[in-house]
């Protein structure tokens, strides 16, 4: 899940994307209205929290946007304004849901949880191959032969995800880069190498017979 986080006040911003990143959201924030356009426009993202109060422009100019060039990406709005009319102004204008600052972080992550559902096509399984499987509630990779289970990070998580939907097809390094680290991402390739060794670390810690292999040059496969 990637969710863009539009809000100018740092401290309220830095504390949101840990609690997040937590959940394993992956999270681009940015601190304007207008970059808030720009990078809904230009990014595909599960969600938007978009604070109303912004410095470019506002909120409900942001969101005005955003569905008249019919996207219609799920937008979450915060505002320290909590009146009526604010409320019924940002669900008129598109908004799937109305946060009044200030929240329970517990309430926030309901409501992320409740509009990025929405826009799902199938129920989530379990997902597994061989002797592996990953559990989505838990964030957690379980080998099923040895019983043992091992917490991954989100980008362990997003990585062993793509090779698990997969299992035993050769993976080209740029195709699980895009897939993982994003379109524009300024993250090298040596950082997908590095990733990929803690997901070795982690399969050898289990005890599970999955192996990630390396193809000269082309990318990786998990074989099973
Ligand atoms: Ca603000």
Same mark, same amino acid.
């Given at each position: 899940?990637?969710?863009l986080?539009?809000?100018?006040?740092?401290?309220? !911003?830095?504390a949101?994307?840990?609690?997040?990143?937590q959940? &394993?959201?992956e999270?681009?924030?940015?601190?304007? *209205?207008?970059?808030?356009?720009?990078?809904?426009?230009?990014n595909s993202?599960?969600?938007?929290?978009?604070?109303?109060?912004?410095?470019?422009?506002?909120?409900?100019e942001?969101?005005?946007?955003?569905r008249?060039?019919?996207?219609?990406t799920? =937008? #979450?709005?915060?505002?320290a304004?909590?009146?009526v009319?604010?409320?019924?102004r940002?669900?008129?204008?598109?908004?799937?849901?109305y946060?009044?600052?200030?929240? %329970?972080?517990a309430?926030?992550m309901a409501?992320?949880?409740?509009i990025? &559902? &929405?826009?799902?096509?199938?129920?989530?399984?379990?997902?597994?191959a *061989?002797? =592996?499987?990953? !559990?989505?509630?838990?964030g957690?990779? &379980?080998c099923?032969a040895t019983?043992?289970?091992?917490?991954l990070?989100?980008?362990?998580?997003? #990585?062993?995800?793509?090779?698990?939907?997969?299992?035993?097809?050769i993976?080209?390094?740029?195709?699980?880069? %895009?897939r993982?680290w994003g379109?524009?991402?300024?993250?090298?390739?040596?950082n997908l190498?590095?990733?990929? !060794?803690f997901?070795?670390?982690?399969?050898?810690?289990?005890? !599970?017979?999955?192996?990630?292999r390396?193809s000269?040059?082309l990318g990786?496969?998990?074989?099973?």
């Open positions: 899940m990637r969710v986080l539009v809000e100018d006040e740092k401290r309220l !911003s830095q949101l994307q840990k609690l997040l990143q959940e &394993r959201y999270v681009d924030a940015v601190y304007t *209205g207008t970059d808030g356009l720009d990078w809904a426009r230009t993202y599960d969600a938007v929290i978009l604070d109303v109060m912004l410095p470019g422009m506002d909120g409900f942001v969101l005005r946007h955003l008249e060039e019919r996207i219609a799920p =937008v #979450l709005m915060l505002t304004r909590g009146g009319e604010d409320r019924v940002g669900l008129t204008g598109g908004a799937d849901y946060l009044p600052k200030p929240f %329970e972080t309430e926030l409501c992320l949880k409740t990025t &559902r &929405r826009g799902e096509v199938a129920p989530r399984m379990t997902l597994a *061989g002797d =592996v499987e990953l !559990s989505e509630s838990e957690k990779l &379980r099923t019983g043992k289970d091992v917490k990070g989100a980008k362990e998580y997003q #990585l062993m995800e793509f090779f698990l939907r997969n299992p035993g097809q993976l080209p390094k740029e195709m699980i880069q %895009e993982v379109y524009d991402s300024e993250a090298e390739y040596n190498e590095v990733y990929v !060794s997901l070795r670390k982690k399969l050898t810690f289990l005890g !599970s017979e999955a192996k990630i390396a000269r040059g990786y496969a998990l074989e099973v």
